[in-house]
Each structure stands twice: as structure tokens, then as C-alpha cells.
């Protein structure tokens, strides 16, 4: 089955104590990109690659990390995690021809730092 | 600065009804527009891709249409059902670079 799967789905955390959320997909797709959603402010986007060690920061990039060495993985790092880092994170992925096409998104991580 | 405005307001309809969503941008010059469909606690959905030289765009009780003068897209969900409720985004593309979501608007069918 073609999905994009994230884990852990939840997550409760301290402030400081770094984490990985990672991010795997099956369909071959050249781009990448983590997005976090919270309430009144839609999705934003983190980071995005379009392809194997090609990353670019998005929207609201401060106090996360990105790697691209695989095709199918894409891990978002938080190196010191805070509490204004609490919110329900996405990640997605798609071919990339001249644009980005159809995305298929992650099922959602549920952070929550303390 | 670049903006995408979709009604925060929930739009709330009878069943049976068409709704129709806004999507407004500023400042971007898209190629491209695309709709998802997000359901509460769950990742968006794609619906449908527009591009700019495209007026308007079908699927099934869908119709997406795209004025790059008026800089707007409209979405439209023909013969509503109750479980066409939830919230709709609507995303751009400017050129090459990553695409970018408006806030959503979540439409209430009632039955």
C-alpha cells in the first residue's frame, strides 16, 4: 500500500531532551516536507527537499533540523525542544516534475513538550 | 508581504446545496493551485491541481476555478452531503519554490 507513515504518532516531552520524529514513504517521491499545524494558523511548513541530500528551509525553520540521505526517509530533528514547539506535526511527500504535485501526507505526530 | 485568505468562519449548509469556498492570495504569482481535504486529527487530502493557464477544473461534484486577475479560486462541492463536512485547504505554488497552505475553512453540511 503507497502511504507515508510517521512515528511515534504521540509524543510527551521536557524541554531539551532532543528528538527525532521520522518520516518514510514507498512511492519513490523526490519531495519531502515536514509542516506543523496549530490551531487559527493552518499548515506551515518547516523544512522541504526535493530531492536525496537537497533540503531548503519553509516557512518557520528556528529550532529544527532536517536530513535527506535516503530517497524514502526524511527525519525532522529537534536538537532542544521547547513548549512553543507543541503541536501536531505532518509530514508529506510527492514527485516533483516542473512542480509539485499531488501530495500524500503522513498520518500526524502529536507533540507535546513540557 | 504574500498571503492565502480562506474564510475562518465555518460555512454551514443544508444538504443538497452547493458550497462554495474562497481562497484569495496576495503578492504570489502561482502556477499552480491545488485543494485538499482535511478531516480532524488527520493529515490533508488531495482533491484537485489547477494551473494558471486553466479556468476551471472538474471532478465528480467537484469544481475548482482559478482567476489569476482577480487572484481567487473558487470551490465548489455540487449535491452537499453530511459527509462532505470538514475542513478544506487550498495551497500554492509560486514557481519552483515549496508550496503553501491557507488556514482552511470548515464546512458543516446538515442533514
Known amino acids: 500500500e503507497a502511504q507515508v507513515t510517521q512515528n511515534p504518532r504521540y509524543l510527551i516531552t521536557v524541554t531539551g531532551k532532543k528528538l527525532t520524529v521520522t518520516c518514510s514513504q514507498n512511492?519513490?517521491?523526490?519531495?519531502m516536507s515536514w509542516y506543523r499545524q496549530d490551531p487559527g494558523l493552518g499548515l506551515r511548513q518547516i523544512y522541504y527537499?526535493?530531492?536525496?541530500?537537497?533540503?531548503d528551509k519553509g516557512d518557520v525553520p528556528e529550532g529544527y533540523k532536517v536530513s535527506r540521505k535516503e530517497k524514502r526517509n526524511f527525519p525532522l530533528i529537534l536538537e532542544s525542544p521547547s513548549p512553543n514547539q507543541t503541536s501536531l506535526y505532518f509530514c508529506?511527500?510527492?514527485?516533483?516534475?516542473?512542480?509539485?504535485?499531488?501530495?500524500?501526507f503522513g498520518p500526524g505526530t502529536r507533540l507535546t513538550v513540557l | 508581504s504574500q498571503k492565502i485568505e480562506q474564510n475562518s468562519e465555518a460555512l454551514n449548509i443544508q444538504e443538497g446545496k452547493t458550497a462554495t469556498l474562497t481562497c484569495n492570495y496576495t503578492?504570489?504569482?502561482?502556477?499552480?493551485l491545488q485543494w485538499y481535504r482535511q478531516d480532524p486529527g488527520r493529515g490533508p487530502v488531495f482533491l484537485l491541481l489547477?494551473?494558471?493557464?486553466?479556468k476551471e477544473k472538474r471532478k465528480e461534484r467537484l469544481k475548482v476555478t482559478f482567476d489569476t486577475t482577480l487572484k481567487q479560486s473558487l470551490f465548489h462541492i455540487t449535491a452537499s452531503q453530511p459527509a462532505d463536512s470538514a475542513t478544506y485547504l487550498c495551497?500554492?505554488?509560486?514557481?519552483?519554490?515549496?508550496?503553501?497552505f491557507g488556514s482552511g475553512t470548515r464546512l458543516q453540511v446538515q442533514p
Open positions: 489547477i494551473r494558471e493557464n486553466e
Open positions: 512511492m519513490n517521491h523526490e519531495y
Open positions: 508529506a511527500s510527492s514527485f516533483y516534475r516542473e512542480h509539485a504535485n499531488e501530495q500524500f
Open positions: 495551497a500554492i505554488q509560486p514557481g519552483r519554490r515549496a508550496l503553501t
Open positions: 503578492n504570489y504569482s502561482p502556477a499552480y
Open positions: 527537499s526535493m530531492n536525496v541530500e537537497v533540503t
